[in-house]
């Protein structure tokens, strides 16, 4: 149980430690699972795991000031659907549509599928703006325990040529998942969740997940450990990033990110030898290395013409603490990413 409770404070270092320096602005902030926008009014806008989803603001990427909850309320419809949520609200994903920014986020608990992916909508991201206002719009999708064989959280969105949108999204049991969403609201799926990426090299069946206790408490994610998709579309290629490993144990925390491509939206997707993420492939990008424990759950943007990796990174001078990670993205000629330092 003791164990149990450091991982939950450990995932929870959004919420529980940046609120407590939220007046004071800062070149390193603790962050878990961050997204990145660009503002109308020229800021940059980072949505990560907290309380009803944690906020910053930057004018340049370097320093960081915390802005309140994105949700103004924990939502009751996720209180109702996943058991033991209350209020601290993973992975989010940011994006703009038809004259929206949608707000994709997470409403889970540690180690189980009853989960719920909801979606909110604003006019603007800037808070001084009178056109500034978060609309909970509800549920995207549900997974269920013992029912579903995927896990309804690290939601993405991705809009194809044609103005489809898809939601990856997934962590552990079969993998990373990719559905259809209605072009009419964003938010209604179409069809059945498809397996895009695997830590294994096969289906994991639903009877096959492993469970184990933890005082109380049975975790039941298994051993299929990869989640937080992100896809981003660069030149002729989509790019979907996954982590492999394991986030949110401080010092403990392996979370490598890998990532492959594809022509095609749905997939396959194929790593730098050939290899399907299905079927457990995945080129390295960042990981543990002589300074951070392990980088992961990424987002990558294009800001002013220039690619971006943005991540969190678990620091080995600071404890394990989870730090915010942003690099620039280089390609070399075949269209494969050159990692920086």
């Known amino acids: 149980m003791k164990k149990l409770l450091t991982i939950l404070a450990l995932a929870s270092c959004t919420a529980l430690c940046a609120q407590r320096h939220w007046r004071q602005p800062t070149t390193n902030p603790d962050v878990h699972d961050p997204v990145m926008a660009k503002g109308e009014d020229g800021r940059y806008y980072i949505f990560a795991t907290g309380m009803r989803v944690g906020v910053m603001s930057s004018a340049d990427m370097k320093e960081w000031k915390f802005e309140p909850s994105a949700l103004p309320e924990t939502p009751k419809w996720a209180m109702d659907t996943v058991p033991g949520y209350r209020g601290h609200t993973w992975a989010p994903d940011i994006s703009r549509h038809n004259g929206l920014w949608h707000l994709y986020y997470s409403c889970s608990t540690f180690g189980k599928n009853g989960s719920a992916i909801g979606l909110a909508v604003n006019k603007t991201l800037d808070p001084k703006s009178p056109d500034f206002k978060w609309e909970d719009r509800g549920m995207v999708i549900a997974s269920r325990r013992n029912k579903d064989n995927f896990n309804a959280i690290d939601p993405n969105l991705i809009v194809d040529e044609q103005g489809n949108p898809y939601l990856s999204f997934g962590s552990f049991w079969d993998g990373i998942q990719l559905v ?36 109380n ?52 997707y194929l ?36 690619p971006y990796f943005v991540s969190h990174a678990y620091v080995k001078a600071e404890e394990g603490r989870a730090k915010l990670f942003i690099r620039p993205m280089e390609f070399d000629n075949e269209g494969w990413i050159v990692a920086g330092e």
């Open 217 to 268: 408490n049975t975790i039941e994610a298994g051993a299929n450990a990869v989640e937080a998709p992100f896809i981003f579309k660069h030149g002729d290629y989509y790019y979907l990033f996954v982590s492999f490993d394991y986030c949110c144990r401080g010092e403990k925390s392996t979370y490598k990110t890998v990532y492959g491509r594809s022509k095609n939206i749905e997939g396959p």
């Open 180 to 215: 259809k969403l209605s072009k009419k609201d964003f938010q209604t799926p179409i069809g059945k969740p498809v397996t895009i990426s695997r830590r294994v090299n096969k289906s994991v069946k639903l009877s096959e997940i492993e469970f184990t206790k933890e005082g």
């Open 271 to 306: 790593d730098k030898t050939g290899k399907p993420m299905e079927h457990g492939g995945g080129t390295f990008l960042y990981g543990p290395n002589s300074i951070y424990f392990g980088v992961g759950h990424n987002s990558a943007y294009h800001f002013d013409g220039k």
